[in-house]
């Protein structure tokens, strides 16, 4: 195949899946307004926010205020290009880039105002703009959507390809590094698997002035998890809800095939999600101290709330946690064990295997998987379910372990 017919059929690709992404996004937008009457159920089921519980029956304000303070990155227009190409916008391939900008907004909201921090519309919050300006459309900014879509080259996406939950876990990683501001430890579980001893070897560091005493960087922890082949295996649903009820949750990263979508929430058996299926107009916010500044401000925070059934969603997911200590660390490590490794309470499938050192038989091969000399290892169900997916299709679209 000549270059010529490479690049038409790229072209193409690129085509067809901004069709039908414009078409899911009617679609999803004529669904999302059908909800706008009750966008939270009245019921005696929680509603759980990242790690907040509520009542809609006496929290419904409150529930819509917490919502709304979180950071909706959806897709922009007119934005300088990006690198070498003619991309102005990221409308129909910028889904799953916006979605990673939205977890790691999450994880610095939480970082630096507290997880009790609430947007208020009408104030001049000047940390809040801060961390807000760190993901302006441009060159500069350190989480833009040209620095993300630039670093996914060297995960082999070329700009203006869709990206999986595995690229952009692995792309913010790399960026990360160079946010001296939060000194950040961005960490991605391979095959399923939490060592907890190497993520305590990345987070402990020596002070500067006391080389006696050990002080811990903030920790961003991904988790990408495939759970069924096409649609997400039932055995899983309640796993999938517990990741929102710690107090560590930064989320989960999903979707649809090819329509990715930020999740940080249940009610009863539907997820809440932030959509960024939206194309709105590039705007910058310097100090927010006149009008047009206002109306920018408000363009990240969305005012709609947004509900799909957990089995609708993709089984290729990320789950995110944010710990701001060590001692955040353990408790979540110890709430992954009790409720989604083992005991009555964790689902009939674990999710993921946590351990204290790697098994010295599990190494690293080329492709960055972890493998195992012996046979007396057990396969997990993932393993067995990306194997058949392989099977059935070789699209660049799947999940993807690294």
Not at 310 to 320: K, T
Request: charged fraction near 20%; charge should be negative.
């Amino acid at each position: 195949m000549d270059w010529k017919q490479i690049i038409q059929k790229h072209s193409r690709k690129i085509l067809n899946r901004i069709s039908m992404d414009l078409m899911l996004e009617a679609y999803l937008t004529h669904e999302s307004s059908l909800m706008d009457l009750e966008d939270i159920p009245q019921t005696v089921d929680p509603v759980w926010i990242l790690g907040k519980k509520y009542s809609t029956l006496i929290d419904l304000q409150q529930i819509r205020n917490d919502i709304q303070s979180r950071l909706w990155f959806t897709y922009r227009k007119g934005f300088v290009q990006i690198g070498n190409t003619n991309f102005t916008s990221d409308r129909g391939w910028g889904c799953m880039l916006r979605c990673g900008q939205m977890v790691i907004g999450q994880a610095l909201i939480f970082l630096h105002l507290g997880r009790d921090w609430r947007w208020d519309p009408d104030k001049r919050d000047i940390d809040y703009l801060k961390i807000l300006r760190m993901f302006e459309d441009k060159r500069s900014a350190p989480y833009s959507i040209h620095q993300i879509a630039l670093m996914g080259v060297s995960h082999g996406k070329q700009v203006g390809e869709w990206f999986g939950p595995n690229t952009i876990a692995q792309v913010l990683k790399k960026l990360a590094t160079m946010d001296e501001l939060s000194s950040l430890v961005f960490h991605v579980a391979l095959d399923n698997t939490l060592v907890i001893n190497e993520v305590k070897k990345l987070c402990t560091v020596m002070e500067q002035n006391n080389s006696s005493k050990q002080t811990w960087k903030p920790l961003v922890l991904v988790i990408p998890l495939r759970l069924g082949i096409s649609v997400i295996n039932p055995a899983y649903v309640q796993g999938v809800k517990m990741c929102f009820t710690f107090p560590q949750s930064l989320g989960v990263i999903g979707g649809r095939p090819n329509h990715a979508l930020y999740f940080i929430g249940f009610v009863g058996n539907d997820v809440i999600f932030l959509d960024p299926h939206t194309t709105q107009q590039i705007g910058m916010l310097p100090n927010k101290d006149i009008e047009t500044e206002h109306k920018i401000d408000h363009s990240y925070h969305c005012q709609q709330i947004n509900r799909l059934p957990i089995l609708n969603m993709d089984p290729s997911l990320a789950a995110c946690f944010m710990c701001q200590t060590e001692n955040d660390f353990n408790m979540l490590c110890n709430e992954l064990k009790v409720h989604l490794v083992q005991s009555d309470h964790s689902p009939s499938q674990p999710l993921i295997t946590i351990c204290e050192d790697r098994p010295s038989d599990w190494t690293l091969d080329s492709s960055g998987t972890l493998s195992t000399s012996s046979e007396n290892v057990a396969v997990s169900l993932s393993d067995l379910e990306l194997s058949d997916k392989k099977l059935l299709t070789d699209s660049d679209d799947d999940f993807e372990l690294l």
